[in-house]
């Protein structure tokens, strides 16, 4: 029998001796260690070959002596399959089981050790017991100053998030969950991990997760995405904008808190959708970075990506720009195409929508209703088909309560909302980026800097990136641009007197704050977040009740939790 011959070929790897038995008690197949104890052959009687009553048909394990005074451990366990019915008998010698019990544990440790994937067990009271090699790969911890702690102290949280207690006090594995996080070194890592309960006589006594690391297959991913992105537009490989407008994708941007990467996450799947989309963030955080990755990983990657500042443009001539007109539709009025006939099946970016006039935003808000346009000056409408993406770089609802954003047009763009939050947020995003862009500019600028001096370090964490992303890019080119060929540091020496006297003067300040009463938005803001996280609690997590009970909306109450980083899943070891 084929299933019973690949059966039997697999416990062999695991106990010294496996006979599988027919419904008939007869012999269908034997391996392992066993001629010189029971003269077997198939189509024999189990009765023949064993001096004694085979177990009943259920799973049971016994153990004899046979006529050599040799005593022996045997599972006997039926399985049932689609066409047939199995008995199989695993044995196992004891004196083998006893002897060789340290050699065992040791092939076991050695085993784990060369796992690919990470491993790690803890015990009843959720202490490390084991936590091998790929994990320490993983998260760049050693097992020698982990095992033996709790969990929590190991990873620094609180003990109320361990996944390992829930999954003993539950004794329910939690399957597939996926983790971006740092390493200490400050290496991305992007990794999909299962947690399970061990259980004997019934009791759960030990957790372990097995963690799979899937940097190399993401960073895979978005190759293949961008490979396929260059071959269907040649013209994408130079680092000219490409035809398409979008020159960005998602391996493009860079972070590593697990808040950041939680973003990006979310931003692919909403890419494969087609939603109308508003990305909030502050000047500098790279919203139109996020809104062109969307745009090339969607299905109108190919059609054009057209982007517009609302705010750059003036009030007279926005209107026009996005509607387009006819001729003598105003004075000076020429034949126009607006800017949602032009992005054609593609994307439209609207930037700075907040700063949209409120006559312009009824009109904007008719045409996403009706997806139809009308030009200026006529009274033909025309069909669009392209998606919109607006960003905003204020908070909706501030906008809303001062009347400057309709109402019902944010119900309208917000149908997906991405909230990027400010830099100075995301500390470990901020010691990333220092070297990401330092490593940039040695290859722009045929540089051999290594990193900057502790005191250039200290102040550049310190300080509040008002600016964002964008403005630590510019202050780490000038850096490197001011450094000599031969330095390997950036110092203080090599950052511009004014901005010196900034950090310094936000340094001092930073230390000061402990003794200070916070800055009312920050303690509006943490006290926002305890009452939403209170009532969600109370609601056990049931948005439609807690909305109504904060007297808003389901839409309003998820775009503050995307804010405040709220999510019932943040958990873990």
């Avoid at 070194?185 to 999909?192: A, R």
């Avoid at 550049?460 to 992303?469: D, Q």
């Amino acid at each position: 029998m084929v299933e019973a011959a690949a059966i039997g070929t697999l416990l062999t790897e695991i106990v010294p001796g496996v006979v599988i038995l027919d419904e008939n008690s007869r012999v269908v197949w034997h391996g392992g260690r066993l001629n010189d104890c029971f003269p077997l052959k198939n189509g024999m009687l189990a009765a023949d070959i064993f001096p004694f009553a085979l177990p009943a048909a259920q799973d049971q394990t016994t153990t004899f002596t046979t006529s050599q005074s040799r005593k022996f451990l045997l599972r006997c366990k039926p399985l049932d399959l689609p066409t047939t019915r199995m008995t199989i008998l695993m044995l196992e010698e004891l004196t083998d089981l006893l002897e060789n019990k340290d050699a065992r544990l040791a092939c076991l440790e050695t085993i784990i050790d060369s796992l690919d994937e990470g491993v790690i067990l803890s015990d009843y009271r959720g202490k490390m017991l084991l936590y091998n090699k790929a994990q320490e790969k993983l998260e760049g911890l050693v097992s020698d100053r982990v095992v033996g702690k709790y969990l929590w102290e190991a990873y620094n949280y609180s003990p109320e998030l361990s996944e390992h207690r829930r999954v003993f006090d539950s004794g329910t594995p939690i399957i597939a969950q996926y983790r971006a996080h740092a390493t200490i070194k400050g290496k991305p890592q992007y990794v999909t991990y299962s947690t399970y309960p061990i259980v004997k006589d019934g009791e759960t006594i030990a957790v372990f997760s097995v963690s799979t690391n899937e940097t190399k297959l993401k960073d895979l991913l978005h190759e293949t995405l961008e490979l396929k992105r260059r071959i269907s537009d040649p013209s994408s490989a130079s680092k000219e904008r490409p035809s398409t407008g979008a020159m960005y994708t998602f391996s493009d941007i860079s972070g590593i808190s697990p808040a950041f990467r939680n973003l990006i996450q979310e931003a692919e799947n909403i890419a494969l959708h087609n939603t109308d989309i508003l990305i909030v963030g502050e000047t500098g955080t790279g919203k139109e970075l996020f809104a062109q990755s969307i745009h090339n990983l969607s299905k109108r990657s190919k059609s054009p990506f057209v982007a517009v500042n609302c705010a750059a443009i003036p009030e007279n001539l926005l209107e026009s720009t996005l509607f387009g007109a006819v001729k003598g539709a105003y004075t000076g009025a020429t034949d126009q195409t607006g800017l949602f006939e032009f992005a054609q099946d593609g994307t439209l970016f609207l930037d700075e929508i907040n700063s949209m006039p409120i006559a312009l935003q009824s009109k904007l808000m008719r045409v996403l209703e009706e997806r139809m346009i009308r030009r200026l000056g006529t009274t033909t409408v025309t069909p669009i088909r392209c998606a919109v993406i607006s960003a905003s770089n204020e908070d909706p609802q501030e906008l809303i309560t001062a009347g400057k954003i309709r109402l019902d047009l944010y119900y309208r763009i917000a149908r997906s909302c991405l909230y990027i939050p400010p830099l100075r947020e995301r500390k470990d995003d901020i010691a990333y980026l220092l070297r990401h862009f330092i490593e940039l500019y040695n290859k722009t600028m045929n540089k051999s800097i290594t990193g900057m001096t502790d005191r250039l370090r200290e102040l550049l964490l310190y300080y509040r990136w008002p600016g964002n992303v964008r403005e630590l890019q510019h202050v780490i080119e000038n850096l490197v641009i001011r450094s000599n060929d031969k330095q390997q540091l950036l110092d203080l020496s090599h950052l511009p007197a004014y901005l010196r006297a900034t950090l310094n003067s936000q340094r001092s300040t930073a230390h000061s704050r402990k003794n200070e009463t916070r800055p009312l938005k920050t303690a509006v803001s943490s006290a926002e977040r305890d009452y939403i996280l209170n009532l969600l609690e109370q609601s056990g997590w049931n948005i439609t009740k807690t909305a109504q009970q904060m007297g808003m909306t389901r839409q309003s109450l998820q775009y503050h939790l995307k804010k405040l980083h709220l999510r019932k899943e943040e958990q873990s070891y």
